[in-house]
């Protein structure tokens, strides 16, 4: 029971949390920025939009935004957020999870590619290459936790104590993980330094670009998508950096919520302090995560023997 | 090099009868050897006297020359072995049917009937009103593909279509065809009182409206032999400048936010508001129309007004010495500028690239160390030019004008101005005259060249923007480049879409 009510205060506060980046973003442009509410009053506008669908394309664009938000939502269940026990979890579960988020991806891709736009065309040849790398990325970093836990599952990595299990047994070069999963969780999401959230110019655009065409509460669906999407990765890192639970589910809760706040605000600093790659350095700067992980494997196996 | 053309002043009219009329081959190998040796076209253009076509050529080497010949119908293209002239003859062929033969890429520029009705040299049907109508250049190949953008962009940007084509993420030839915003300017400008003449050449481009504005009262003045007193040429200086630093301060902005480095995007968006609050302080307009009018200017610079700006200045001075070294010397900023959209020297000249995009490139060229006009000949005009002609190159040209103009400007404001302000219209220009005034706007070389029959009617006025030699440079820059860096490329040239499209 309490498990469903932290996936419903999952949803209900993964808005909030993206409206977190862009106070940071205008914090440091000088200006006062949006409301922190902002992504609520959005999402409310664009539902009750109607949506506009052009000739050209088929069923495929209409299913699109539903898969990707469905699978952001069914990834959700399967986390342990705040350290309590998901609503399913089971053996090897963890792979089904990425290739769900895959899923989205795919439908979203296909969504673009039935828009016959070329814009569309050019965002979903970007989005299909970069989330390749961040795969093998977080294959690595499953290796070292499968090898140190001895589970394939996301509820016995991240729930209740094994955070803290994780840290004693690979000590310092468990930094490089989470350093490797804020990379991976910047690509995924499509944030500066790799993406630009922000930008107008469907030129450069890599995600944006691909949801041009949606409108409406079908573009909500998109939008409230990524915002889970967000939330699901930087749990991850939130478990990895505070990995302490009290035993007191309020308590634990708030510490939670406060260090993902701390998250985010490091997203928003990232996105404020540099300027976005070009085009083609990007795959670089995504395999430094592999990299990272790569590391962060062979020195904790060795130190495991 | 000796030859015919006859050397004539920026800004001083000269009697027509005095412009040597050649034989159209003299005039065409003549041409062709000055442009060949350095020169540059400055005013190539065609003009309807009795019964037939002449044409004019400005050019420039360290002099403004000038000469003139009866138009053929056909005649060889000069731009087969003298590239600056392409784009003035393939205007030649849209304004009044002279085809040049054997042309290169002898495409219409804007999608308008010729003034004459002659058979049309592209044999466009101008009822169907789709300029884009035409062949694009295209790549074959089984991977390539092409990337039509506009005419309609997003926002509140301009009109005008890019064609890239493109093998994965690199463009092999970006092909850009304007004309959307076609309003008939030069020949509006025959047919209005002189009253709504000024009012007109602001609206050339409204962000080159002192640019514009500075062209055509000089040319006025030259021809009405009523030259503005010190004071008036003081306040325009400060106005041209102070029109350089708005858009170079917004263009630094718009780099940075292009390359989603906020900070500076959003610190320069705040500050070119405030030097467009000073042109509104000196004129009434945020974007200086209204100052500048044939005889001088029609707002004084009391002494409240000077120290008030002054005062302004030195407040934004540290702000933008700030956010320009955030910018630069942020590493992934540089990373991005620096070796994108390279053009190189030799294709600069070829192109004929004017101003800060020119500069960019190795040409030192600046109208107002050159050419000087108002109170430029008392300044010291620092000699501009970068060797990389990258997006860095064409950044950092405008951060050191920024400099400098502020520099400029804070002089100008140093000593009391006295001007007596113009309240009246100007008077008949003289018959028989032809004049070309050039300016250095923030784009670059703006000109503007009148010519009057013998009742002194304004017969011809030919209007020529930076941006009519500079928009094939950012074609050149997207060659090999990542289409994901045309956005960037773009703003840091920043041309005009009307300005080309007059």
Redesign the interface.
């Known amino acids: 029971m309490t498990s469903v009510l932290f996936v419903f205060l999952a949803i209900l506060l993964a808005p909030f949390y993206a409206a977190v980046i862009l106070k940071v973003?205008a914090f440091?442009?000088?200006?006062k920025g949006p409301p922190l509410l902002i992504n609520y009053y959005t999402l409310v506008k664009l539902i009750k939009k109607g949506s506009v669908y052009s000739t050209s394309t088929t069923a495929i664009f209409k299913l699109g935004p539903m898969v990707s938000l469905c699978a952001a939502i069914t990834v959700l269940m399967f986390l342990p957020i705040a350290g309590q026990p998901p609503i399913f979890a089971f053996q090897g579960d963890i792979i089904f999870l990425l290739y769900l988020l895959g899923l989205g991806r795919f439908f979203t891709i296909a969504a673009a590619m039935d828009t016959a736009s070329?814009?569309e065309?050019?965002g979903a040849a970007r989005e299909a290459y970069f989330p390749i790398i961040c795969e093998a990325t977080l294959f690595m970093i499953l290796i070292l936790f499968y090898v140190m836990s001895g589970d394939l599952s996301l509820a016995a990595y991240f729930s209740a104590g094994q955070p803290a299990g994780f840290w004693k047994a690979a000590g310092a070069p468990l930094l490089f993980v989470v350093l490797a999963l804020f990379i991976v969780m910047l690509t995924e999401n499509s944030r500066?330094?790799v993406d630009?959230p922000?930008?107008?110019?469907?030129?450069?655009m890599i995600h944006e670009v691909m949801v041009l065409d949606h409108s409406g509460p079908d573009f909500a669906f998109i939008e409230l998508g990524s915002f889970i999407k967000l939330f699901f990765y930087s749990t991850m890192i939130t478990r990895l950096v505070c990995p302490v639970t009290l035993g007191y589910p309020a308590v634990d809760l708030v510490v939670f919520l406060a260090t993902m706040g701390v998250v985010y605000v490091a997203v928003g600093v990232t996105?404020?302090?540099?300027?976005?790659?070009?085009?083609?350095?990007v795959p670089q700067f995504v395999l430094t995560s592999f990299a990272l992980a790569f590391f962060a494997t062979v020195i904790s196996l060795e130190f495991l023997k | 090099m000796q030859t015919d053309f006859l050397e004539i002043g920026n800004g001083k009219a000269v009697d027509r009868h005095r412009i040597p009329h050649l034989a159209f081959e003299d005039f065409r190998t003549q041409a062709m050897a000055l442009v060949d040796s350095g020169g540059k076209v400055v005013q190539y253009f065609a003009y309807e006297e009795g019964d037939g076509i002449k044409l004019l050529a400005v050019l420039r080497t360290d002099r403004l020359l000038t000469a003139g010949c009866d138009a053929p119908e056909a005649y060889p293209a000069m731009s087969l072995t003298c590239e600056p002239f392409h784009l003035f003859e393939r205007e030649l062929a849209e304004q009044f049917a002279i085809r040049p033969e054997g042309h290169p890429w002898l495409k219409m520029v804007r999608y308008h009937p010729n003034y004459h009705g002659r058979k049309d040299v592209f044999g466009n049907d101008y009822k169907a009103d789709i300029p884009g109508n035409y062949g694009y250049y295209a790549v074959e190949g089984e991977e390539i593909?092409?990337?039509?953008?506009g005419p309609v962009h997003?926002?509140v940007i301009e009109p005008g279509h890019f064609r890239f084509n493109c093998i994965g993420?690199r463009v092999l030839h970006l092909e850009i065809q304007l004309g959307y915003q076609h309003r008939g300017i030069e020949q509006l400008l025959l047919n209005v009182s002189h009253r709504r003449l000024p009012i007109i050449a602001e609206g050339i481009a409204g962000d080159t409206a002192v640019g514009h504005g500075l062209c055509y009262a000089q040319a006025i003045e030259a021809l009405t032999d009523k030259a503005p007193d010190d004071g008036a040429r003081i306040i325009r200086t400060i106005g041209l400048e102070l029109e350089r630093l708005q858009n170079h301060v917004g263009d630094l902005g718009a780099l940075?936010g292009?390359?989603?480095?906020?900070?500076p995007?959003?610190?320069c968006g705040?500050m070119r508001g405030d030097f467009l609050n000073m042109s509104l302080w000196l004129c009434g307009n945020r974007f200086g129309k209204g100052l500048v009018r044939p005889g001088g200017v029609r707002f004084p610079m009391t002494d409240v007004d000077r120290e008030t700006l002054a005062g302004r200045l030195q407040e934004l001075k540290p702000q933008v010495c700030h956010t320009i070294e955030l910018l630069f010397a942020?590493p992934?900023?540089r990373?991005?500028f620096e070796g994108?959209g390279a053009v190189s020297n030799d294709d600069a000249h070829k192109l004929g690239l004017v101003g800060p995009a020119g500069r960019a490139c190795g040409i030192a060229y600046d109208v107002r160390r050159e050419f000087p006009t108002e109170h430029y000949a008392q300044l010291n005009i620092p000699k501009n030019a970068k060797p990389t002609g990258d997006v860095y190159a064409r950044a950092r040209m405008r951060a050191d004008e920024i400099l400098q103009s502020m520099d400029i400007v804070e002089s100008l404001l140093e000593n009391p101005v006295l001007t007596q302000c113009v309240e009246t219209a100007p008077g008949e220009p003289a018959p028989s005259a032809m004049v070309v005034t050039l300016n250095e706007a923030w784009r670059g070389e703006v000109s503007h060249c009148v010519l009057t029959d013998d009742k002194g009617q304004i017969v011809r006025y030919k209007v020529k923007d930076p941006s009519f030699h500079n928009w094939n440079g950012l074609a050149m820059s997207l060659r090999d480049t990542?289409?994901?860096?045309?956005?960037?490329n773009n703003k840091s040239y920043n041309l005009s879409y009307c300005g080309f499209d007059l």
């Open positions: 973003k440091f442009g000088g200006k070329p814009f065309g050019m500066v330094p630009d922000a930008t107008h110019l469907e030129l450069t996105e404020s302090v540099m300027a976005r790659y070009r085009m083609d350095k | 593909h092409e990337v039509a953008v997003a926002g993420e940075s292009d390359v989603a480095f906020l900070p995007a959003n610190y705040r942020t992934s900023v990373a991005r994108c990542g289409i994901s860096d045309f956005p960037l």
